[in-house]
């Protein structure tokens, strides 16, 4: 089983503020996925990523893809109360999803 | 058309006691998945259904975890025996094929379950 890091953690930053969170692995992904969870709800899937060195944005979300597929990072300009959630990153074989442990991001207005 | 619905939406019981846990895919999916999230482990994979094919049930923690799915659609998770470190969120997903790469799993709201 791919084991996923995510870091930070937590996260707590004021509305209007940048951030940059990150997923990696010590092995290479087939291809990634982001989701966000808000509290009550299941997770939501924000982007799939498959090619090194994809670029892919979501509004106010960049989400890129490492050039050796073996990390993530997910970039939030000017962060709003509504962006406040989990973060989890998945990967998966055969469509069973490896997650990792989130990132808890918190908006404050 | 409704998405992913799972019932109860919370359920409370006393250790030991057996607990169901029902979950209807969106219509015309023929994956469905169970998964598992409490705070120290994240969100951990149980097991999926695809079509016909026998189930790979290889990230259920013990034999009291059993899951069915009739008729290709509604599934039943059933937790025999509930000890304390059965609570957690059950979340239920579907997606349209799960032998597609990458394919997109809708999930649920979950089910919080509480043993006491």
């Known amino acids: 089983t791919q084991l996923l890091e995510q870091s930070p953690q937590f996260l707590s930053i004021q509305e209007g503020e940048n951030l940059t969170v990150y997923c990696n692995s010590s092995s290479v992904f087939s291809s990634l996925q982001w989701y966000r969870q808000e509290p009550g709800e299941g997770p939501v899937l924000l982007v799939t990523?498959?090619?090194?060195?994809e670029v892919k944005k979501l509004k106010r979300l960049t989400f890129q893809f490492g050039d050796a597929r073996k990390d993530s990072s997910l970039h939030i300009t000017a962060a709003q109360t509504g962006d406040t959630g989990l973060y989890l990153c998945?990967?998966?074989?055969?469509?069973?999803?490896?997650f990792g442990k989130g990132i808890t991001l918190s908006v404050r207005p | 058309g409704a998405g992913v619905s799972q019932s109860p939406s919370n359920k409370v019981t006393e250790k030991g006691k057996d607990v169901e846990l029902r979950c209807d895919p969106i219509s015309g999916h023929t994956a469905l998945y169970w998964y598992r999230q409490s705070l120290g482990q994240g969100l951990e994979f149980l097991i999926y259904?695809?079509?016909?094919?026998?189930?790979?049930k290889s990230g259920l923690p013990s034999d009291r975890f059993s899951a069915e799915r009739t008729g290709g659609s509604v599934s039943t998770l059933t937790i025999q025996r509930t000890q304390q470190e059965d609570s957690a969120v059950y979340l239920c997903?579907?997606?349209?094929?799960?032998?597609?790469?990458?394919?997109?799993?809708?999930f649920g709201p979950g089910t919080r379950l509480l043993v006491l």
């Open positions: 998945g990967t998966g074989a055969n469509s069973k999803l490896t």
């Open positions: 997903a579907s997606s349209l094929n799960a032998r597609t790469l990458g394919e997109t799993q809708y």
């Open positions: 259904f695809q079509g016909n094919s026998a189930p790979d």
């Open positions: 990523v498959v090619t090194g060195g």
